[in-house]
């Protein structure tokens, strides 16, 4: 991320951040470890629905219509 960063020159662009679980007390610990194989459901989903939500993206340009249409989804906890 760092390079990215670096090479472009600024923290503006858009970024897809997919994640399953809660983070106990260190957040940093949660988003480096392994799934577990109680995850493994959870992550396949996770990826396909943000495949999808790139899909759409490109196909409308439209990132704050994507935004909304996918995080309402996943905020409903529905796929």
């Known amino acids: 991320?760092?390079?990215i960063l670096e090479s472009l020159g600024t923290e503006?662009?858009?970024r897809?951040?997919?994640g399953i679980g809660n983070p106990?007390?260190?957040a940093a610990r949660h988003v480096l470890a392994?799934?577990?194989?109680?995850?493994?459901?959870?992550i396949a989903i996770?990826?396909?629905?943000a495949a999808d939500a790139i899909l759409a993206w490109l196909e409308c340009g439209?990132?704050?219509l994507v935004m909304t249409r996918f995080h309402s989804r996943w905020k409903e906890g529905s796929t």
């Open 12 to 14: 503006g662009f858009p």
């Open 34 to 42: 392994r799934f577990t194989p109680a995850e493994e459901e959870d």
């Open 16 to 18: 897809l951040r997919v």
């Open 46 to 49: 996770s990826v396909a629905d």
């Open 24 to 26: 106990r007390a260190d």
């Open 62 to 64: 439209d990132i704050e």
């Open 1 to 3: 991320m760092r390079s």
